[in-house]
């Protein structure tokens, strides 16, 4: 096989994964290079691939109502391992895609494993490799790569990511709690803790007066709005929790009263055996987690399998230094993928790799490229990340970054619907080009 069909994909996270994958079963012979077990990044414990940290969840799986539930049909068409290990390990979470982390990364690894054309390299890469490569090193890449990166390119941007605690299920007070999901919809898989007012008052002023890690010095740090720690939204206001994670809309419990606040548990396994807090990322000092989190009724007992933590994310002034498909606008044959991009999220960061990935293989086998467009998410936030912009910020999966109907439509579940259709016919048409080319 000539030398113009090898290529080098640095990092087995979700988009290297994804990429290194695709590229193989396109004929290609793919180096993919990964510093575990050798060396684990701050926030990775398992030596598998494609390992999440963050949470279990891969949000909305409703493909004509959430826009990240039509990102995961638009990779689901192209042909995303990672869509098809989530769907091979789901675990029951109402309308979203959440997943058994270990079986999630265990599917893949095995895949990458079993691909003849992947030879996988355990190694730490300190410099970007000369191109065709694809460098997928993640929010969390190490210091030495980080520096050539930054050397090369002029710099990049850092913010600041918290991840939520995780519970035992048998210290759980269930019977202060009751199960239902937000306006009935799915199978009752999360455990609501409801907070009446005098409950959720002390709370919210233990939770303020808490002690943070890394205390000093943390207001420089810029923090992305959709990791804001709790403690930090919960300084904004008194009610802000009630309007945020703890809202306690559209739930009803068994006497069919709304309570004042409430706070959503999730399976963060198969089994059943662990919670997550949902959307409780946190900068706390452990003892202070305990404290404060143990204040709700139903975790008054609570033993903590993992505590949050807050860990450094890095990622590129992408539209400085990309090209909308992905590729350094100084050398074509250097591919950035996964949250490194400013793209925000497990599945945005996934589908980054795949869309790196196809432009790769088209210009490597001379062929036209994907002209991607905000008619797609994956357009969308391939533009995002490379149009030039004064305040560049990580952007996830959202209606707003697709390009308007060319007719007004008023009913919004109607608007949300045809811009899906839209998207999954261009994506069709997408996927049977490269099925015939590649």
């Known amino acids: 096989m000539g030398e113009e069909l090898r290529v080098t994909v640095v990092g087995a996270g979700l988009a290297g994964c994804e990429a290194a994958y695709f590229l193989a079963g396109r004929g290609f012979r793919v180096r993919l290079v990964e510093c ?88 730490e890469a300190s410099r970007i490799p000369a191109g065709p490569c694809i460098v997928a090193t993640g929010p969390l890449t190490l210091d030495a790569l980080a520096a050539d990166i930054a050397a090369r390119l002029g710099g990049s941007l850092f913010f600041y990511d918290a991840a939520a605690p995780i519970v035992a299920a048998d210290s759980i007070d269930f019977s202060k709690t009751f199960t239902a999901d937000r306006y009935g919809r799915g199978e009752g898989d999360y455990v609501n803790c409801p907070l009446s007012r005098e409950e959720y008052d002390a709370f919210v002023d233990a939770l303020v007066s808490a002690e943070r890690a890394n205390e000093h010095g943390i207001d420089k740090r810029e923090l992305f709005e959709g990791c804001m720690p709790v403690e930090a939204m919960a300084a904004r206001g008194k009610d ?19 309570p004042y606040a409430v706070l959503q548990l999730r399976k963060e396994n198969c089994a059943g055996t662990a919670y997550n807090l949902v959307g409780f990322q946190t900068n706390l000092k452990f003892p202070e987690q305990k404290r404060v989190f143990s204040m709700i009724p139903a975790l008054r007992g609570a033993e903590f399998l993992r505590y949050g933590v807050m860990h450094r994310n890095t990622y590129l002034n992408a539209p400085q230094v990309l090209s909308p498909d992905y590729s350094l606008r100084a050398d074509p044959l250097v591919f950035f993928a996964g949250q490194i991009t400013g793209v925000e999220g497990y599945v945005e960061s996934a589908d980054s790799g795949l869309a790196a990935a196809i432009a790769l293989a088209c210009k490597l086998r001379g062929i036209p490229p994907v002209e991607w467009d905000e008619e797609t998410v994956t357009g969308a936030l391939a533009r995002h990340v490379s149009q030039p912009t004064e305040n560049f910020q990580p952007m996830n999966a959202n209606y707003g970054i697709l390009r308007p109907l060319a007719e007004h439509v008023r009913d919004k579940a109607l608007k949300k619907r045809r811009l899906a259709e839209r998207a999954l016919e261009r994506i069709d048409r997408v996927a049977a080009a490269l099925r015939e080319q590649l």
């Open 240 to 258: 802000t929790l009630r309007f945020g994670m703890l809202k306690p809309v559209g739930l009803y419990d068994a006497d069919g009263k709304r």
């Open 36 to 123: 575990k077990p050798a060396r684990f990044t701050p926030a990775h414990a398992s030596e598998g691939f494609a390992e999440l940290v963050c949470s279990n969840s891969l949000k909305s799986n409703d493909v004509y109502g959430n826009a990240c539930g039509l990102l995961k049909e638009e990779m689901r068409r192209l042909g995303s391992l990672v869509i098809e290990a989530a769907d091979a390990t789901r675990v029951p979470a109402g309308g979203a895609l959440a997943v058994d982390r270990a079986a999630f990364s265990a599917y893949i690894t095995e895949k990458i494993g079993a691909q003849a054309n992947i030879e996988v390299v355990c190694e």
